[in-house]
C-alpha cells in the first residue's frame, strides 16, 4: 500500500521588510518568500526531510545564512547528532570568508512514514511541535535561548518576564567547529497526528493556549495556516514567520 503524507507549508516577512530571513525545505524545494500564501503537496516517498532555519537578525546577512542551511539540507539523506556539523561546514565554506559570523536556527524533521517515526534535529529556538488528533500541541524540541538557560537554574518564568530570548546556540560561518548546544530525538507519530515545524515568529507572541485555540477553529489545514499569517500580524513589531506541517 503506497503511503500519502500532506506537507503544507507558509511563509512571510515582518512588514516593510524586503527580504525574509526564514527559508524552509519542504522535502522537494527550498522556499524564502516575503510572502508565500499556504500550499499543500502530497509526498509519496516512505521517507524524507523536512526543515525551517531562521537567520539570526544581528549577525553578518542572516537571509543567506539560513538559506545555504537549507539548500545543505536538500542534499542529505538522514538526520543525526553529526549533520549539524555538517551543516556549519557548508555554512562556513560558503559565507565565513565574506560574512564571517553569519548565522542561523535549525529544525529538520527525518519523518519514516511506513514506521510512523521521526528523527527531529535543532539548534537555536526554532521549534517542533507533534500536534494530537484532538489538538493538543506538544513542544518537542528545546529551545537554546538566553531565557531557557535561566530558567534551567531554578529561575521562574515571572522574573525573566522582559528577558528578548536571545538564542544561545546556533549554526555559524566563522570555520569553527560546532560546540554548541544540539537537541537530537526520535519520536512515533500515532494515527492522526501532525508534525509542525516553525521558526519563532509563530511563538514569540502567541502562547501555547492561542496556538491551540486557532487549530480548532478552521478543519482545512490550509486554512489554519491562512489564520496563523493573519494573527501573528497583530503585535507591533511581529517576527517573520515560516511554518510547515507533515500529516501522515
Not at 515571572?158 to 519520536?187: M, P, Q, R, W
Not at 491551540?212 to 500580524?233: A, G, S
Request: net charge negative; proline share 2%; hydrophobic share 35%.
Amino acid at each position: 500500500m503506497e503511503n500519502f503524507c500532506e506537507i503544507s507549508f507558509c511563509q512571510q516577512a515582518r512588514k516593510n521588510k524586503r527580504h525574509n530571513q526564514d527559508v524552509l525545505f519542504n522535502g522537494e524545494d527550498v522556499f524564502q518568500y516575503v510572502f508565500k500564501k499556504p500550499e499543500k503537496r502530497i509526498e509519496t516517498r516512505p521517507h524524507f526531510i523536512i526543515g525551517v532555519a531562521d537567520g539570526v537578525y544581528n549577525s553578518t546577512r542572516p537571509a543567506k545564512a539560513s538559506k545555504v542551511v537549507m539548500e545543505a539540507l536538500k542534499e542529505i539523506d538522514s538526520l543525526s547528532r553529526e549533520t549539524i556539523i555538517y551543516l556549519q561546514d557548508k555554512l562556513s565554506e560558503a559565507l565565513a570568508d565574506n560574512y564571517f559570523g553569519s548565522a542561523t536556527t535549525f529544525v529538520g524533521a527525518e519523518i519514516n512514514q511506513q514506521e510512523r517515526k521521526a528523527k527531529v534535529l535543532s539548534v537555536g529556538d526554532s521549534r517542533a511541535y507533534l500536534i494530537s488528533k484532538e489538538g493538543k500541541w506538544q513542544k518537542i524540541t528545546e529551545d537554546h535561548s538566553v531565557l531557557s538557560e535561566l530558567l534551567e537554574q531554578d529561575q521562574t518564568q515571572d522574573d525573566y518576564a522582559t528577558i528578548y530570548g536571545g538564542v544561545c546556540s546556533c549554526l555559524v560561518a566563522d570555520n569553527s567547529e560546532f560546540k554548541d548546544k544540539i537537541f537530537f530525538k526520535e519520536i512515533e507519530i500515532k494515527e492522526g497526528e501532525t508534525l509542525l515545524l516553525c521558526t519563532d515568529g509563530l511563538t514569540d507572541d502567541l502562547s501555547l493556549y492561542k496556538l491551540e485555540d486557532i487549530w480548532e477553529w478552521k478543519d482545512d489545514v490550509l486554512d489554519k495556516l491562512r489564520l496563523y499569517q493573519i494573527e501573528v500580524k497583530n503585535p507591533l513589531f511581529y517576527d517573520d514567520l515560516s511554518m510547515i506541517i507533515a500529516h501522515i
